[in-house]
Structure formats: structure tokens, C-alpha cells
């Protein structure tokens, strides 16, 4: 596991909850957090927000005025 994110996984709940790091629980949920981080990074570039509506506001009108 980085250390990296185990430090900042430690300092949240230090900072957080006043937990003191390393528990059991705080290592495994920085190992998940370490996987999920590199997921986010493979994406990278490769996502893109679909075409109008972009707002919420245009999308709920877009559905509220389609007939039923």
C-alpha cells in the first residue's frame, strides 16, 4: 500500500474523529481507498459530460415535459 495514502488516511481520522492510526480498520479502508484512487486515474481523460441539457434545471424541464 502507498504510504502516501495511509498517511492521509491517518491524519483524516486523527483529525476527523481523534481515532489513532494504524487500527485494522483504518489500514483496510486505505487499501480500498488506494484502489479507487487508481480506477479514478485510469479514467483520466476518457470521460466527458454528455450533450445538452447540461444544467439539472434544463434536464428536469427536458423530463417533466415528455408525455406519458
Known amino acids: 500500500m502507498d504510504d502516501k ?8 481520522a486523527a483529525f476527523w474523529s ?3 492510526a494504524p487500527n485494522a480498520a483504518a489500514d483496510e479502508m486505505a487499501a ?7 480506477g479514478f486515474e485510469a479514467l483520466r481523460g476518457t ?10 434545471e ?4 427536458a423530463t417533466k415535459d415528455q408525455p406519458q
Open 5 to 12: 495514502i495511509k498517511k492521509a488516511v491517518a491524519d483524516g
Open 18 to 20: 481523534g481515532v489513532t
Open 58 to 61: 434544463t434536464a428536469l424541464q
Open 47 to 56: 470521460m466527458e459530460f454528455e450533450d445538452e441539457p447540461s444544467s439539472f
Open 32 to 38: 480500498g481507498l488506494e484502489a479507487v484512487l487508481k
